[in-house]
């Protein structure tokens, strides 16, 4: 009893007094600064709201239900999120499994054999004994790491801040999905409207051309106004199939985002007058940004790993103390098997103290403190790009309503130059290259303005995606698969 009380009082003091060695992490601050001169000038039709949150559904402020069918089809059918998310369960088992190191280890033990001894094995003479038996033994054994030194809570605690990583990625994935499916979405719609303007002005060189050969034939113009002509039809009518093109390429592309083949997708009608741009912006303050974006949550989760992973290497130089203890029941005969004493038992508290590695366990504990300082890099580095991100975006919308009312303005131009320019020529006062110059200009300006008009929608959604998505106002968890009836949960 005595024994027991001294073990007991030693074991009681080691674990009132045990720490975990390395730093305890502390989460970042956000850095001084941000992106607010970035801001661009409200006008009639836009204003950004500074401090307001970014709703999960951000796609839904474009008034398309196509585009909202796209969306929910991707977040549904795209097998890349299916398997980060199964990914995601994978980590959580993980850490579920080293977690449990923490715990008492308890197992039964059994062992079945047959043995011969003599005297010699009892340092008695030779033959003193000579006995052959069965030996039959059954009973629980246990183990438990005291841990004095937290190198396995660091253990857990870096696998808990891997498996945030893991997560982080799983939202990041989430994020992408829904602003690829929206900028395809938009993509296919310009390029629908691009085939429609070169159509549109196909089916007017075609008529000018038409002109130019009864011009012709009248004796007015030259068969050489007659090719030029012909061939300004023939190379705008050859830029259709490369168009078209393009816009099957946008189709495959949201098929496989819906996690559909080609076969099996069903493209809705889509062109950009379905679509209507946000008239209110939000914009997240940076001390909120870098709680919210995924990619630097995850810089985040991992400076908390190479954290854990010093105390880890630091606890490694110091000893391990473990706690083992161990009962049996033993016989010669099964049938007399726990019907007669038999029991032996034994207790014990084990110690290991390295003494001399080679520099090992200081090597690895210095590595770990370098990936940590690189970590502490990486998530300066991380945050410092989510804010020009975002810059770039806000800039990038205050360019584009600048550069679409110019465009706008230059069409209006070149349709009246090309309007006049056949009215010249009609009337003989305009040669035909002249015309084709004219043309030529609208042709230009026409298809400028519908990639200027679709530049606001993409930059626009590319706003929503550097502020973080907004997921975490989703009302499911966008990280989290459904569990399985009947999942075992040992």
């Not at 990038?396 to 209006?412: I, K, P, T």
């Amino acid at each position: 009893m005595k024994t027991w009380s001294v073990l007991g009082g030693f074991m009681g003091a080691l674990l009132a007094g045990g720490c975990a060695l390395g730093p305890d992490f502390v989460r970042p601050e956000a850095p001084a600064g941000g992106y607010a001169h970035a801001r661009p000038a409200p006008t009639a039709t836009r204003t950004v709201d500074y401090g307001a949150d970014v709703a999960d559904a951000w796609y839904q402020l474009f008034h398309s239900e196509a585009l909202d069918g796209l969306v929910r089809a991707a977040l549904a059918g795209n097998p890349d999120l299916e398997g980060a998310r199964h990914g995601l369960r994978a980590a959580q088992y993980e850490l579920k499994a080293v977690a449990g190191s923490e715990l008492p280890q308890l197992d039964a033990t059994g062992q079945i054999g047959r043995a011969h001894l003599n005297g010699s094995y009892l340092y008695s003479p030779v033959n003193a004994i000579d006995v052959t038996g069965n030996r039959w033994e059954l009973g629980p054994a246990l183990a438990y790491n005291l841990d004095p030194f937290g190198a396995t809570r660091r253990q857990v605690e870096a696998q808990r801040a891997a498996t945030g990583v893991t997560r982080d990625q799983v939202l990041n994935t989430y994020v992408t999905l829904v602003d690829q499916t929206v900028v395809t979405a938009f993509d296919y719609a310009a390029t629908q409207g691009e085939i429609a303007v070169t159509q549109a002005l196909v089916e007017e060189l075609e008529s000018q051309y038409q002109l130019t050969e009864t011009l012709e034939n009248a004796g007015k113009i030259t068969h050489s106004d007659t090719l030029q002509a012909q061939t300004q039809l023939e190379n705008l009518r050859a830029t259709l199939p490369a168009l078209e093109q393009q816009r099957d390429a946008y189709r495959n592309a949201l098929a496989q985002l819906t996690g559909r083949t080609p076969d099996s997708f069903a493209m809705p009608a889509l062109t950009l007058r379905d679509f209507t741009l946000p008239q209110k912006l939000p914009l997240s303050l940076p001390s909120a940004l870098v709680r919210q974006r995924p990619d630097i949550l995850a810089a985040e989760d991992a400076l908390h790993q190479a954290s854990a992973n010093v105390g880890v290497a630091e606890a490694a130089r110091f000893p391990s103390l473990t706690i083992s203890a161990q009962y049996a029941q033993q016989t010669t005969a099964l049938s007399d098997f726990l019907t007669r004493p038999g029991a032996i038992w034994s207790v014990g508290l084990n110690a290991t103290a390295p003494l001399f590695h080679g520099g090992t366990l200081t090597a690895r504990q210095h590595e770990a403190e370098e990936r940590y300082r690189q970590a502490q890099a990486s998530y300066r580095s991380t945050v410092i790009g989510a804010f020009v991100e975002v810059a770039n975006a806000l800039q990038a919308l205050e360019h584009d309503g600048e550069g679409y009312a110019a465009h706008n303005v230059a069409l209006s131009a070149a349709r009246a130059n090309r309007d006049l320019a056949l009215e010249q020529y009609r009337a003989g006062k305009y040669t035909e290259l002249q015309v084709l110059t004219a043309e030529q200009q609208y042709q230009d300006a026409a298809l400028t303005e519908v990639q200027a008009d679709v530049q606001r929608f993409t930059d626009t959604a590319a706003l929503f995606r550097a502020l973080g998505g907004g997921w975490w106002n989703a009302p499911q968890d966008p990280a989290a698969l459904v569990a399985a009836a009947g999942e075992s949960h040992e």
